[in-house]
């Protein structure tokens, strides 16, 4: 479907404006905030932006203001935010992950990899973070530390993808006998935990994702297709097969009733209620997603180009009004 006008509204009234002479790179979202990378004259750092707030709040200054890259970010919404900053220009360069305590407006590096492993993507849950990176041989640990500081611990330790947190669980993907399963600890105290059976059974998917009742992947390589699984449901079903928008689509995210995802081309959002999809962005753009935050990233001219200008929207996804349906 065609992006609604309601759509274009919304996304308008939440574009983020920085200071002149600033340059900004999305991050992640969440329910309130969002987390962004500011380049300016002046250097180049992470930032927190909260609903209601017009000044972002500083999480960091990057020490190379050419090399370092916000990667990605958790903030709890309330006290303590998660960030990794990849210190080098591929994805195989040493990261650092650093906490943010709203309260003093200070952040720690709580950890850096130098080894080979899954790119971090931190969550943050009552108090304690939770990440995993490389410990050699080519597995990585599932590493979780108390926020306001103290001994980490090893949930975990295999041939596991990054981790993601779906409900009250952290699931990831990890490589048995050829193939990939999935497996999951429960956020409280990361124990084992079982996954829904629909969940469970899958084998070699990519791009999974999950609010807790909500579970989209890919599936097929030749032919792929978008799945989703929703709680109470008989089994997962096809929603998007046999287009262009299925063609190389990656970097999955959920925000309430909408499952984005990006594509080579553009980016896209899928309402379950509706049962159809739109184009989010213009060509080249991405989207984050997570919680009630729905974030759409492009660039206005060619971003290699001097004047081009990088236009970031933030909305409630919640508060979108449903697609038309397709019948």
């Known amino acids: 479907m065609p992006l609604p006008e309601a759509w274009r509204g919304a996304f308008a009234a939440g574009e983020f404006r920085p200071a002149s002479g600033r340059r900004p790179v999305l991050a992640d979202v969440g329910a309130g ?22 000044t972002p709040r500083t999480l960091l200054r990057f020490a190379d203001p050419v ?19 990849l210190e080098g220009r591929t994805l195989d360069s ?17 950890a850096r990899a130098e080894r080979p492993g899954p790119l971090p993507r931190p969550v943050v849950r ?3 973070v939770v ?19 103290g001994p980490t611990r090893a949930w975990h330790t295999g041939v596991v993808d990054t981790p993601f947190a779906a ?28 996954l829904p059976a629909p969940i469970a059974a899958l084998r070699d998917v990519r791009g999974l994702v999950s609010d807790g009742t909500t579970w989209a992947w890919v599936a097929g390589e030749a032919d792929p297709r978008l799945m989703v699984w929703r709680t109470g449901e008989a089994r997962p079903v096809a ?37 159809a999809y739109t184009v989010l ?26 004047g081009a200008r990088a236009v970031i929207q933030v909305v409630d996804a919640n508060r979108l009004p449903r697609l038309p349906g397709c019948g």
């Open 239 to 275: 929603v998007v097969a046999g287009s262009p928008a299925a063609d190389g689509m990656d970097q999955l995210r959920i925000a309430g009733r909408l499952v984005t995802w990006r594509t080579p081309q553009t980016s896209y959002a899928l309402d379950l209620d509706a049962d």
């Open 131 to 149: 990440w995993a990176q490389g410990t050699g041989a080519g597995k990585a640990g599932v590493l979780a530390a108390p926020a306001g500081g």
């Open 167 to 194: 409900g009250g669980l952290l699931v990831w993907r990890e490589s048995a006998g050829g193939g990939t399963r999935l497996a999951a600890v429960s956020l409280a105290d990361g124990r084992p935990a079982k």
């Open 126 to 128: 009552d108090g304690t």
């Open 94 to 110: 040493p990261w650092s992950l650093y906490v943010w305590d709203a309260t003093t407006g200070k952040a720690r590096r709580l």
């Open 33 to 54: 905030w969002t987390a962004l990378q500011l380049s300016g004259a002046d250097g180049r750092g992470a930032v927190l932006v909260r609903a209601g707030e017009k």
């Open 67 to 85: 090399e370092h890259q916000l990667l990605a970010a958790d903030f709890d919404g309330r006290r303590w935010a998660a960030f990794a900053v």
């Open 281 to 306: 962005t213009p060509a080249y753009g991405y989207a984050a997603a997570s919680g009630s935050g729905l974030a759409r990233a492009y660039s206005l001219g060619d971003a290699k180009e001097t």
